[in-house]
């Protein structure tokens, strides 16, 4: 029977674009690590999918001026829509929203409630008077009781670094509206971890997991102690017991068990409902979560504890390869300050194996590590144009243009041939012990020490010198007969970190079949048939240009020092324009409109192109707005329209109305609008 291996990503947050630091932590490992395992032919599963509630949600929708749920969508098929571009292979992507969510973390709720592990409490929190709710962390900011910083956030001071709770701060105001907040008691539930330490201390000890995932953890689970898994708000899953209105259950409570019921939906889908429990009520199978630095604690101690606690013999973790933290150029991503790289931008002009394997061959395994556009340069140039593509190149062009386009036998080995075939082979297994290692990085290594041997050995063997005369023709034929077996070695063992360039080395050779079905250990020791036709030699990796990447390293600078700009401390106020009548005022149609979609207009730094939805019509509006918005981040936003205005060209795009924003020391500022639906009137 085969293996069953169940491997999961952590749910990325439904509140924004992904950035590749996000990519290096949960995402192309899992994928690696499962692409590898299906040529293994392992019964694998991938799943993942959107967490789509938390404060943070809330909080974001509110100041975009959409509902949570318009938010979470947008964001979800942004993300969605990424994970394809970079080729992620999950066999269901879901999302916490969905309704199978609900039951199983109901489920997990009311076991730990029924065996003692979760107790209603009474507890002071923020109150805000002038909104006449309470409000969570993400939504206070205040005086840092530590070091008197007077612009703190609710759970931690970013000046320096305390972490406490929200009640402690000095002066607590609403981060919305500025309002001051007062001290009021609420209830809530409570998860008693600190019940959990003895188990999970036990159960740690059986994990042979990385050193660095194991000291963060051992401290953390001696620092137990009981939490809050509810929270005073309405976006959220409800709490399943009485006098429970107001309250959701915390995101960190439901998240993980999104993994559960994300199999759930993937076994609905696919027509057999209980499939799920092939991998979740089966102990047989190996559970790997893949997660990223920040996620260790839940995947670690919270969520295990919470399975030990509840009644359903689910699967704890077996394998948790967490990675560190991925930067950019030094410093962390970060939107809010510029310092991220546009994906959008990025896939225009740069191939998806490149960054996959820009991110494998330097994956943050065991410590930080980073993203720089040079290194990005150096291991497109050197590794897959140089000796991966170059190899393969230079062997089929020679094989069409000498051999007829066809391979030639495996004959008359000399040792020097069978010393190379033997060290790639020993090389394929050395990657296929990588792989299930979950060393991508160590693999991408090896994978180019491959096409290097195959590239020595080509030149060594120098096959044009032996095409000149009809005496040595055999000695060129086994030549080239021993690189293609190396370019096929090279397809198989490529093929989990860039699946697009190994699959179009595969078909280039001549094979018929998908890649992506075969059998690692049957390709290993497959005999290319002699006269096997090749298909017609193509460029599978093309040189990143030094000006490409002065380009890319100005264009960041630019896009962190327009994020770090001040507005002008004073701004003269312009004097109020001329008394008009209402008849003229109401002569102006002002519609309620919703941005979907939004691209820059080329050419302009100012304008970007919209597509509006105004209830009865789609319009399409230039609006020059691109210096104080990305056009990403307008995507769902709700404006008002000046919708009955003459169209006018803008740079050879006709608009057909306009877009109000406040303006301020050169700055604009869109004029948002939350409930009233598009189309609706403006008055």
């Not at 320096?160 to 609420?186: F, Q, W």
């Not at 068990?257 to 759930?264: D, F, L, R, V």
């Not at 939906?265 to 920040?294: C, H, M, R, S």
Request: net charge neutral; hydrophobic share 40%; proline share 5%.
């Amino acid at each position: 029977m085969k293996q069953k291996i169940l491997i999961t990503s952590a749910l990325p947050y439904a509140n924004g674009p992904l950035h590749f630091g996000h990519i290096a932590g949960a995402y192309l490992p899992a994928d690696c690590y499962a692409r590898f395992q299906r040529l293994m032919k392992r019964d694998v599963l991938y799943i993942c999918g959107s967490d789509e509630y938390g404060i943070a949600i809330t909080l974001s929708a509110e100041l975009a001026g959409r509902s949570p749920k318009e938010h979470v969508d947008i964001f979800h098929q942004i993300n969605s829509d990424f994970f394809k571009k970079l080729q992620i292979s999950f066999d269901h992507y879901s999302r916490t929203t969905w309704e199978g969510h609900v039951e199983t973390t109901h489920q997990y709720f009311n076991d730990l409630l029924t065996n003692g592990f979760i107790e209603e409490r009474v507890t002071d929190q923020l109150f805000s008077e002038k909104d006449n709710k309470f409000l969570a962390d993400r939504y206070v900011v205040g005086t840092c009781p530590r070091c008197g910083f007077d612009n703190a956030r609710g759970d931690e001071c970013p000046r320096c670094g305390a972490s406490y709770e929200s009640t402690e701060l000095k002066n607590p105001r609403s981060k919305i509206t500025g309002s001051a907040l007062t001290h009021r008691p609420t209830k809530h539930w409570f998860l008693l971890l600190d019940k959990f330490k003895d188990r999970l201390t036990a159960w740690l000890e059986t994990k042979n997991w990385k050193p660095n995932v194991i000291n963060f953890i051992k401290g953390y689970i001696n620092d137990l102690h009981a939490r809050a898994i509810t929270r005073d708000m309405k976006w959220g899953i409800s709490v399943p017991v009485k006098d429970s209105e107001g309250k959701v259950l915390y995101v960190w409570f439901d998240a993980p068990i999104g993994y559960i019921s994300a199999t759930k939906e993937w076994a609905q889908k696919i027509g057999k409902p209980d499939a799920w429990k092939d991998y979740w009520i089966d102990d047989k199978t190996k559970l790997v979560n893949f997660v990223g630095k920040d996620n260790i604690p839940f995947h670690a101690s919270i969520f295990p504890a919470m399975t030990m606690g509840q009644n359903q013999p689910y699967k704890l973790v077996d394998e948790l390869p967490a990675n560190e933290f991925y930067n950019l150029e030094g410093r962390q991503f970060s939107k809010s300050d510029g310092w991220y790289i546009d994906l959008e931008d990025f896939f225009a002009r740069f191939s998806t194996d490149q960054i996959r394997y820009a991110i494998a061959s330097n994956a943050p395994e065991t410590s930080d590590s980073e993203f720089t556009w040079k290194d990005f340069q150096q291991r497109c140039n050197s590794d897959l144009a140089g000796k991966y593509g170059n190899l393969a190149n230079r062997v089929l062009v020679f094989i069409r243009n000498n051999c007829a386009g066809k391979v030639p036998g495996l004959d008359n080995l000399e040792p020097i041939d069978e010393e190379f075939l033997k060290s790639i082979h020993e090389l394929v297994d050395q990657v296929a012990n990588n792989y299930e290692q979950f060393k991508v990085r160590r693999a991408s290594q090896l994978i180019m020490e491959i096409a290097q041997k195959g590239n020595i050995y080509f030149d060594a063997k120098a096959p044009w010198k032996d095409a000149k005369q009809e005496e040595t023709k055999s000695r060129m034929n086994t030549t080239l007969a021993c690189c293609v077996e190396c370019l096929k070695l090279l397809a198989l063992v490529s093929f989990p970190i860039i699946p697009g360039a190994a699959s179009q080395l595969w078909k280039m050779i001549g094979f018929q079949s998908e890649l992506k079905d075969e059998d690692w250990n049957k390709v290993k020791d497959r005999k290319i048939t002699a006269n096997q036709p090749i298909s017609e030699p193509a460029i599978l990796f093309q040189k990143v240009e030094d000006d490409v990447i002065e380009l890319e390293i100005q264009k960041l600078r630019q896009l962190s020092e327009k994020h770090m700009k001040k507005p002008a401390a004073v701004t003269e106020i312009p004097s109020i324009k001329p008394l008009v009548d209402i008849e003229d005022f109401k002569k102006l149609d002002l519609r309620v409109g919703v941005i979907l979609q939004a691209d820059p207009v080329p050419k302009s730094k100012k304008l970007i192109q919209l597509q509006v939805d105004l209830g009865l019509e789609k319009r399409t509006i230039v609006a020059g707005i691109g210096e104080t918005y990305d056009s990403k981040e307008l995507i769902g936003r709700k404006v008002i329209v000046v919708a009955n205005l003459k169209p006018a060209t803008l740079m050879g795009v006709q608009s057909e109305g306009m877009i109000l924003a406040g303006k301020e020391a050169g700055k604009l500022e869109l004029i948002s609008i939350e409930d009233v639906t598009p189309g609706g009137i403006v008055s």
